[in-house]
């Protein structure tokens, strides 16, 4: 890890709904660094969503300044740094076009950044990065509608490879699949990493996978970043009463789960009497 | 022993299609005695959820659905009802709740609306009063402490959460025999999810209601059900008490599912890990003691 590849400083967004100001972030200060896996999690309006677009640049920040590699990010970003931050979202069926077969789904995003030159090249490239994802070369020729809900997932992921980022926003990718497609993708997202050196901004509300995925996590509240910090420290030793709720609400399989569990529901309850 | 409140045998479910009929369910076995807290789990497709639309008789009379075997319910065969009789069924002496309480509610009408066409079905000539009265108690059993700024709201003026404890409340309020969950709290946050089902439990324990409950979710089960069936691809895979399903998984599938699930302890992911496999069509594992009891007589095959 060698500094951070995105910074937020005193980032803050409001959005005007009906003549109101909704404060969905206020005063974020958080750094992502180059190589690691963060975790964003919260519940619903927590903010997290809005985080994720702000490093994507589909929303500018009402006040604060966002880095990327130290310098910051212009309102209108030109075409090769769109190309180094990529999303993958939670329903591959509504992120990818019905009508377009996967590869040329894979296709667009090697001709508008001009990554292949000649239909030999492109042919290669598309087929490398659907063995990468764990699919055939044979599946460029499918429509989403043919896959299952785990092969268009790979595929969105391969979608956001063809780009050759360094940063990829997951936003909740595996919530939608059943557990034994998700424990697949979520090994593939991991292999990845190492295997590109990439990093990730991971926003998930499911704890238990941010336990085994990610290095770091943040954790957000009504758009305010309540705590931060490596995931194990965090899991042993939550220092804010809504961190132990969540982990205290999380259904478990095992008896050490439960452990843990029990551990983080007496902690909530003793800070919670303590507020 | 008692007969069980609900006992299934050999429940088969075929639906029509232009290359004939095709079946989904391959002949369900499960029972559940009075009180009792029973979870149907498995992943999507498995047939869970269609299975728990055919003990509610809301399946079975659409076209293209062919269903064979027995569901006994106190006594009564369910498959040979007609439409009507199960409309009389529901709501009293069974009832459900759904994973989405935004469209399990009518938009259109407030809460006191709804909850006055749920009482009157079990009590006949209930008056307005009195239907609110019974609501606002209800409404209290599930923690609304407002019961009538609540009953006075349409369900879009409500958080999904509050929704999710209306709809439990309706459907307990008649103390039906027993409640058909289909993934309650799956549509929520995390720790209105925990909050919701704890509820849940609590009002269940109070009107001694048996329960199926229909599930994705492991942890949920472990922490909610008795005994747990898994279903896989229209089977029950295995059948075992709560504890020793997780303890002691025997089938392939179960075991798989256990080790695909992320653990808070921090195990790490799971290194090798198969979707589909032949071994997960290995024979149905019954636990001792969770062995089915014979049909009813007159009932047999």
């Not at chain 1, 508008?112 to 599946?139: F, N």
């Amino acid at each position: 890890m060698s500094g951070p590849i995105l910074s937020f400083e005193t980032v803050s967004k409001t959005f005007r709904v009906n003549g109101q100001d909704v404060h969905a972030l206020a005063d974020v200060d958080l750094s992502i660094e180059a190589g690691e896996c963060h975790a964003i999690v919260g519940e619903s309006g927590s903010g997290k969503t809005t985080l994720g677009n702000l490093a994507l640049g589909i929303h500018a920040p009402s006040s604060g300044a966002i880095r990327f590699e130290g310098a910051m990010l212009p309102a209108k970003r030109p075409l090769a740094l769109k190309r180094r931050i990529q999303l993958v979202q939670q329903n591959p069926l509504s992120s990818l076009n019905p009508k377009r077969r996967i590869g040329a789904s894979l296709r667009l995003p090697l001709e508008v950044h001009g990554l292949v030159h000649g239909r030999a090249q492109r042919r290669e490239r598309i087929a490398k990065l659907l063995v990468e994802v764990g699919l055939e070369p044979g599946h460029a020729e499918r429509a989403p509608s043919s896959l299952s809900g785990g092969q268009r997932q790979r595929v969105a992921i391969a979608r956001a490879l063809a780009c050759e980022p360094d940063l990829i926003v997951l936003d909740e990718p595996t919530s939608a699949l059943d557990v034994l497609v998700q424990a697949r993708v979520l090994r593939l997202l991991a292999d990845l990493r190492q295997r590109r050196g990439l990093t990730y901004l991971f926003i998930t509300h499911d704890l238990a996978v941010v336990r085994n995925l990610a290095d770091r996590v943040s954790v957000f509240e009504r758009g305010r970043l309540v705590e931060s910090g490596r995931v194990a420290e965090i899991f042993a030793n939550p220092q804010h009463a809504y961190t132990a709720r969540l982990i205290a609400s999380i259904p478990v399989v095992t008896d050490d789960e439960a452990a843990v569990r029990s551990a983080a529901s007496e902690r909530a309850d003793t800070m919670e009497n303590a507020a | 022993m008692t007969a069980p409140l609900l006992q299934i045998a050999d429940l088969r479910l075929a639906f029509d299609s232009w290359r004939g009929p095709v079946e989904v369910l391959h002949g369900i076995a499960l029972n559940i005695r009075r009180g009792e807290k029973v979870a149907l789990v498995g992943e999507s497709g498995s047939g869970k959820s269609v299975t728990a639309r055919i003990i509610a008789g809301l399946l079975q009379y659409q076209r293209g659905t062919r269903v064979s075997g027995h569901v006994a319910f106190d006594g009564k065969d369910l498959l040979g009802l007609s439409e009507r009789a199960f409309r009389d069924l529901r709501g009293t002496a069974m009832s459900m709740v759904f994973q989405d309480p935004t469209s399990a509610l009518n938009p259109v009408f407030t809460i006191a609306d709804q909850f006055r066409e749920v009482l009157g079905r079990a009590h006949k000539d209930i008056s307005r009063a009195e239907a609110r009265r019974r609501a606002a108690e209800a409404l209290d059993h599930v923690l609304i402490h407002e019961p009538e700024r609540v009953l006075a709201s349409y369900p879009f003026q409500l958080s999904g959460g509050m929704n999710q404890r209306v709809l439990i409340a309706m459907a307990l309020a008649n103390q039906p025999a027993l409640l058909l969950a289909d993934e309650p709290g799956t549509a929520l946050d995390v720790t209105v999810q925990d909050r919701t089902l704890h509820l849940m439990a609590d009002l269940i324990e109070e009107v001694g209601s048996a329960v199926l409950f229909i599930s994705h979710n492991l942890g949920v089960v472990r922490e909610f059900a008795d005994r747990v069936y898994v279903i896989y691809r229209g089977r029950i895979v295995e059948h075992a008490g709560t504890d020793a399903l997780f303890h002691d998984p025997r089938h392939p599938y179960t075991r798989a599912l256990l080790a695909a699930v992320p653990k808070i302890s921090g195990e790490g992911l799971p290194d090798t890990l198969i979707e589909t496999s032949d071994a997960f069509d290995a024979p149905a594992v019954i636990h001792d003691g969770c062995e089915e009891p014979p049909l009813p007589s007159g009932m047999a095959a």
